[in-house]
């Protein structure tokens, strides 16, 4: 069983990251990819247990875990029982290369999550909007798919007693904390008494971990909610703006065009023209 989609987008040769294909496959015979894959692969293995061969090694995915598999690098799946259910999804991108290297995924890597709902929630949401014909866009793709990236990057990176591991793991709560309430006002002084630092400290972390301040990593998250809400008619741009945390819709349209090179105003008009394109 496979579904899989492959998003045709036009004008995305800028874009850092985008999605070239997504979908479920349920392999029951092995496959072998002997010539050279033309994307970057992330396979989520949701249920059953199979093996990849790769680069002379055998890595086994059973629930939970991920493997990532850089462009270019033949590979074969193996079954080692019949329901083996995979998430798959290729990516591309002017800044991929740079992108993957920053977060330690320029080699073959296979790795078990702690929490494997979670990605599975978030493939599917990447998933789900693929498949939705005529309303898919590369921008929302593009973030939700840098979002997982982002998000994998968090999870296997951290692990381990090195001192990198440890701060990324003792930022952990905050950085939850900044995802699941974005909206809301946040202080250093809030966000670095939740893990006992000062807030100069808070900073240092942040800039030692994602190479910005944690305002900037926030902005970057409002930012990339509101693209998502822009693309749907029933919200204004003055409305995105109290939804992502901004009571000042001036300031939101000043910080979502340092980001986007473009007004709120203008990423909706482009997106609903393109819309209005499309069969």
């Not at 249920?47 to 990532?68: A, P, Q, R, W």
């Amino acid at each position: 069983m496979t579904s899989y989609f492959y998003p045709s987008h036009n004008d995305i040769s800028e874009l850092p990251v985008y999605v070239c294909g997504i979908g479920i496959r349920q392999p029951e015979n092995p496959v072998k990819r002997n010539n050279a894959y033309g994307f970057h692969q992330l396979l989520h293995c949701i249920k059953g247990e199979g093996k990849v061969i790769t680069e002379n090694k055998k890595y086994n995915l059973s629930g939970g875990t991920i493997m990532f598999i850089p462009k270019g690098t033949a590979h074969e799946l193996v079954p080692l029982q019949d329901q083996w259910q995979l998430f798959t999804i290729d990516l591309d991108g002017s800044g991929i290369e740079a992108l993957l290297e920053a977060l330690k995924l320029s080699k073959v890597r296979c790795e078990t999550l702690a929490d494997g709902d979670k990605f599975t929630r978030k493939f599917l949401d990447i998933f789900n909007l693929c498949r939705q014909e005529g309303s898919v866009l590369p921008w929302e793709s593009s973030a939700l798919a840098y979002d997982l990236l982002m998000q994998l990057h968090r999870d296997i990176n951290i692990k381990g007693s090195n001192s990198d591991g440890q701060k990324y793991n003792q930022l952990a709560p905050v950085i939850q904390y900044m995802e699941d309430n974005y909206p809301s006002d946040m202080t250093l002084d809030k966000l670095s008494a939740m893990i006992d630092i000062s807030p100069q400290y808070l900073c240092k972390l942040f800039k030692e971990c994602y190479k910005m301040r944690p305002f900037e990593y926030l902005a970057r998250k409002r930012i990339q909610q509101a693209k998502l809400m822009l693309i749907q008619e029933e919200y204004s741009v003055n409305e995105v703006s109290q939804l992502v945390g901004y009571n000042d819709c001036s300031y939101f349209c000043s910080v979502f065009k340092k980001h986007e090179g473009i007004s709120p105003a203008e990423f909706k008009a482009v997106n609903c023209s393109s819309e209005e394109k499309l069969p």
